[in-house]
């Protein structure tokens, strides 16, 4: 890509952006959140243009990008999965391997399912993925699920064919133990020719399985390293413009002081039966893989969903909670995992979706009072570092991340007495994540308690002050505090740990 520029009312995503991608190289893409990232992509991929004056060239194709559309990258062999996926949870593997291409046709009765599944099979066996077509792809590992997505990006292109394959944070949930199973493929496919474009904020990742890293902030590209020549610190500089502080928690004693959640044998969805207590001032961790419950257990205390048994206590008070409302009544705060689907209201403004949960505070005598609530919106996007060029912007036109931090900083604008946290920082960038766990910890140190969820098992090690271990819906051991790190926690969630940890 050659002089590439792109903007939006009121902001420039890219400027004059050279770039280029060798062919059947890993190259990351890092950069803050709003930094141009998934702009790049998509003028790579033709859905936007960019201005007059750039060009991008593929192989020998070369093409002017005002010019650019999907048909022409498409055809030069770009192939993009995005973070969500794309995939249907409740459909089989090869359902999904034939939706969007065409289901193979028999002359008599519609689909020939014989067909697509013979053409299934040696697709699963041409990009080595364990799953057999039959499978729901609801119970395939998160791993699993992204090399189905990667397989139907790319099932038609030849095994020679040198393409471009673009990942958009589809590794954001893995921890890196499967990030590391799903690398092993990307390689294959790169020794074949591939070419392979990763974008992602986790650096140490980014570092350990990439050859080249570019690094874009606020729009400029600046520039490009081999993966061997730069260390995490000097990458974090280059993504944030200025050394981090490690934010790490000072270790403390755990459940001490008076307790901010109580949780009495619950059952609900996978869960069963789990106790636990959370202190005030005290960061609970819960550490499991997809499917082990985690999800639906915070859910469930926030009456998201309705549990089939269990008591809840906020502040040593029961409670009674019904649906969200309640919870929400009793000082609890969900930050859910799908933000973007189950969180945001997408067409609406960023000031709007920031007081959500306190709207009520902007209406009176049956008027709305927007000025205020822009007022007070614009000093939480200061205080939460959102990037955005107004309040009144519709929130899907933010970047990832910075959506992120609204909805965050919807929920923690009420004061809550309990955060429930799940994958907080999942497409956050390493600068906001420091944010993210400063703004946290302060409702924490003024006698909130949290729950969080992490799949990153740094991020546990880093933020909680005890970190339970879910599996299959119960609590498989708890790990004080001394003793969380990636490697304990990683080894519990995958193999149940031994006997001699505490199991309650
Ligand atoms: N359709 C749009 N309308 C207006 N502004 C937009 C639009 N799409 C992107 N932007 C703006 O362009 C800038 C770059 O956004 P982009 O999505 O490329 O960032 P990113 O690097 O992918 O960030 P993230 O890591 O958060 O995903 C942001 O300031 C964003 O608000
Ligand atoms: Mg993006």
């Excluded at 890092?30 to 990232?37: A, D, F, L, R, V």
Aim: net charge neutral.
């Amino acid at each position: 890509m050659r002089g590439l520029d792109k903007t939006f009312p009121g902001t420039t995503a890219l400027r004059n952006v050279d770039w280029e991608l060798r062919a059947g190289e890993i190259h990351a893409l890092c950069g803050g959140n709003g930094s141009g990232k998934s702009t790049l992509i998509k003028i790579l991929s033709g859905i936007y243009k960019g201005s007059a004056g750039g060009t991008i060239r593929i192989a020998d194709a070369e093409v002017a990008a005002d010019e650019i559309n999907p048909k022409w990258s498409h055809e030069a062999g770009v192939r993009v999965v995005h973070q969500d996926l794309g995939l249907f949870p409740d459909m089989t593997v090869a359902e999904n391997l034939s939706l969007g291409r065409g289901f193979e046709k028999s002359r008599i009765s519609g689909i020939s399912w014989r067909k697509v599944e013979v053409r299934v099979r040696e697709l699963l066996e041409r990009f080595e993925i364990e799953a057999s077509p039959a499978t729901l792809l609801s119970s395939l590992s998160p791993a699993v699920r992204t090399e189905v997505a990667i397989a139907r990006a790319l099932q038609d292109q030849g095994d020679q064919h040198r393409g471009t394959l673009i990942i958009d944070e589809a590794t954001a949930a893995l921890p890196l133990h499967e990030a590391q199973a799903l690398f092993a493929s990307l390689r294959r496919f790169a020794a074949r020719g591939q070419s392979v474009v990763f974008v992602s904020h986790r650096l140490d990742e980014v570092l350990s399985l990439c050859d080249r890293v570019s690094v874009l902030r606020d729009g400029d590209m600046q520039g490009t390293w081999d993966t061997a020549s730069i260390d995490e610190a000097a990458l974090i500089r280059l993504v944030v413009g200025k050394d981090l502080e490690q934010v790490r928690r000072d270790a403390r004693p755990s459940t001490q002081g008076p307790s901010a959640l109580k949780v009495s044998e619950m059952d609900v969805g996978p869960v069963s039966g789990v106790s636990f207590e959370v202190a005030r001032g005290e960061i609970l961790g819960i550490a499991g893989l997809l499917g082990s419950g985690r999800s639906e257990l915070l859910r469930g205390i926030f009456g998201d969903l309705e549990p089939r048994r269990g008591a809840v206590e906020v502040d040593g008070q029961p409670i009674r909670v019904r649906r969200p409302a309640d919870a929400m009544s009793a000082g609890i705060a969900l930050i859910p995992e799908d933000r973007a689907v189950a969180a945001a209201f997408a067409d609406q403004s960023l000031s709007m979706n920031i007081s959500a949960a306190v709207l009520r505070r902007y209406w009176r005598r049956l008027r709305m009072r927007p000025r205020s609530m822009a007022r007070d919106a614009r000093a939480l996007v200061g205080q939460f570092g959102i990037k955005a060029a107004r309040v009144d912007q519709a929130i899907d036109t933010l970047s990832g991340g910075n959506q992120q931090k609204a909805i965050l900083a919807r929920w923690l604008q009420r004061d809550p007495r309990v955060i429930l946290l799940d994958e907080p920082t999942q497409g956050v960038d390493v600068g906001a994540r420091a944010e993210i766990y400063r703004l946290i910890g302060e409702r924490v140190a003024a006698g909130a308690g949290a729950v969080l969820v992490a799949s990153d098992f740094e991020e546990l090690a880093s933020f909680a002050d005890r970190v339970l271990v879910l599996r299959d819906g119960c609590i498989q051991a708890e790990v004080p505090c001394a003793e969380i790190t990636p490697h304990r926690l990683s080894q519990l969630v995958y193999s149940g740990g031994e006997s001699h940890v505490a199991v309650h």
